[in-house]
Every structure is written in C-alpha cells, then in structure tokens.
C-alpha cells in the first residue's frame, strides 16, 4: 500500500530565516505531486505541483519554491521566511490516472515569529 | 493581517443522527468529484469518490449524490458518530490533462452525544 510521510511535524522559524519541507511517497512510481497551504479555519491553497522528476508547476507568486530531485520526494523551500508563511503546509499524491485523486500527508505546522 | 477564527459554514447535529453536507460546485466541465474528512491537525482524509457519469455511489455508512443539472454535490452520512467530527471538503476536477482538484471551502460538522 502506499504512504505518504512529511517532515518535520511541527516547524518554529524566525522571519528571515531558511525554510526546507520535505515529503516522500513510499509504494508507488511516478506519482503526481502537489504542495498545499491551509491557514487556520480555512480551505486548501495549491502551491506547486509537479508531474515528474525536474518538473514544477508554479499556481502562487510568492518566496516558496519547490524542487522534485526523485521520483518519490518533493521538497518546499525559502530562502528568507515572512510572517504570512505561517499556516499549514500539505503535501499530497495522485496517480494521474483516469480518476485524478489525491491523498495527503500528515501535514507541516509553520509558525513565522 | 489575517483574522483569526473560523471562517466555515457549520453543521451540528445530535449522535446517531444523519447528516446532510452540501457542496456547489462552478465549473460545468467538471467529471470527477471527491469528499474529504480533515480532523483538527491533521491532513484531509479520501472519504468517497464519484464521476459525472453517476448521480449517486454508496460508501460504508456515506452516500454522495451528484446534481449535475445545478451542479451541487453532496455528501450523506447515516448514523452519524462523534468520531464523524471534524472538516469535510469536496473538491472537483475537470479531468484531462488536468491533474489539479479544486476545493471547497469546507463544513464543520459537530456532532453532539
């Protein structure tokens, strides 16, 4: 079966300072990738998702980037963090296949002080 | 800065109660629906799928029905349990090569004891 892990649980960072979210996917090959944002009470803001090894796609402008170095890892990053990243940060995998679902990971609790 | 509290239309009911949760969908090339449970922390969990070639699909103790004609979805879960607390999203895909879903804004369902 497959799983999807995100690490770390929860994050604490300084405004300014560099920011590395990770997310594998076990079980699968080829997966569809995508990395969401949920502020508090609030729905789910694609950031990126990504259909390959190399390939991002950019839905939001802003200072995140997201880098696909292996077929079953994706990784969020900042050089220099603000204040408004903080929320909940989610990452989900599809087979992109016929139904196009997604299934997400536990999720990265960001907080900006 | 953001305001902080919930933003989401909200549904209470009693324990061993049905409960009815509703969900407009925009976009009329949409095929593929899905409802999602999210618990307090966590990330959304798959609850039940259905196509546009359906205008219902039965889960364990869930039903979603699918109005194209008005384009509303919603999702039905009988007995309803205190563990059934929590966030529920539906989301839409318009199929294709398009591998993005869309979400709701998302219905807090409380359930009372």
């Known amino acids: 079966s497959q799983t999807i892990h995100q690490w770390p649980a929860t994050l604490v960072q300084p405004v300014g300072s560099p920011l590395s979210l990770e997310c594998t996917v076990e079980?699968?090959?080829?997966?569809?990738l995508y990395w969401y944002r949920q502020a508090a009470g609030r729905g789910l803001q694609l950031l990126f998702y990504?259909?390959?090894?190399?390939?991002i796609s950019s839905e939001v402008p802003q200072n995140l980037s997201a880098s696909r170095p292996q077929d079953r890892q994706f990784i969020l990053s900042s050089k220099k963090l603000l204040l408004s990243d903080s929320g909940f940060y989610l990452c989900?995998?599809?087979?992109?296949?016929?139904?196009?679902?997604?299934?997400f990971g536990p999720g990265t609790r960001l907080t900006v002080l | 800065g953001e305001s902080v509290g919930l933003h989401l239309p909200t549904l209470s009911v009693q324990e061993g109660d049905n409960s009815i949760i509703n969900c407009a969908y925009s976009?009329?090339?949409?095929?593929?629906f899905i409802w999602y449970k999210q618990e307090s922390g966590k990330g959304p969990q798959f609850i039940i799928d259905i196509r546009s070639n359906m205008d219902k699909r039965q889960g364990q103790r869930v039903t979603v029905l699918l109005n194209k004609t008005v384009k509303h979805l919603s999702l039905q879960i009988a007995a309803t349990q205190p563990g059934d607390s929590a966030v529920y999203f539906c989301?839409?895909?318009?199929?294709?090569?398009?591998?993005?879903?869309?979400f709701g804004k998302g219905t807090l369902l409380t359930v009372n004891p």
């Open positions: 989900a995998w599809g087979p992109g296949q016929v139904n196009n679902e997604q299934f």
């Open positions: 079980g699968t090959s080829n997966p569809n």
């Open positions: 989301a839409e895909n318009s199929g294709g090569s398009n591998y993005k879903l869309t």
């Open positions: 976009n009329s090339a949409s095929d593929y």
């Open positions: 990504s259909v390959g090894i190399g390939q």
